[in-house]
């Protein structure tokens, strides 16, 4: 009652956001959640699909599709040791280094379309 009035010296040096805008959050933005991994949990992810038999290969190296197993960005925490083709939607440039420097690759869309028709044309 009094914080506009008698309390104001308490308000300004207690509680200095008493007053003003809190605002709302919009329902939109709390439903956006982005789903992100590690480069240090690849290796643990490869070894639970080999384990389910769900591990897609091509050629030596094991094929991820980040984006099915519900992630949509790869970041570049931990090591990774075993060489991986990823499909990812984002990834920050030191993820994709030490990715490269395990000797995988992260694909883009028209990358992985071109690599699938060059492995139908080698089986042929």
């Known amino acids: 009652?009094?914080?506009h009035k008698h309390l104001w010296t308490y308000i300004i040096k207690y509680e200095p956001d008493y007053f003003g805008r809190k605002g709302f959050?919009?329902?939109k933005k709390l439903k956006q959640k982005i789903n992100i991994i590690?480069?240090?949990e690849l290796d643990e992810l490869i070894d639970k699909l080999a384990d389910e038999k769900q591990?897609?290969?091509r050629g030596s190296r094991a094929f991820l599709d980040l984006e099915k197993l519900g992630y949509h960005k790869l970041l570049?925490?931990?090591k990774i040791t075993k060489p991986v083709l990823l499909k990812v939607a984002a990834h920050s440039e030191n993820a994709a280094k030490k990715i490269e420097d395990a000797g995988g690759q992260?694909?883009?869309e028209t990358e992985e379309k071109t690599e699938e028709t060059e492995e139908t044309s080698a089986k042929s």
């Open 1 to 3: 009652m009094g914080r």
């Open 25 to 27: 959050t919009s329902p």
């Open 38 to 40: 590690n480069v240090g």
């Open 55 to 57: 591990l897609e290969k």
């Open 76 to 78: 570049a925490t931990g």
């Open 106 to 108: 992260i694909l883009a």
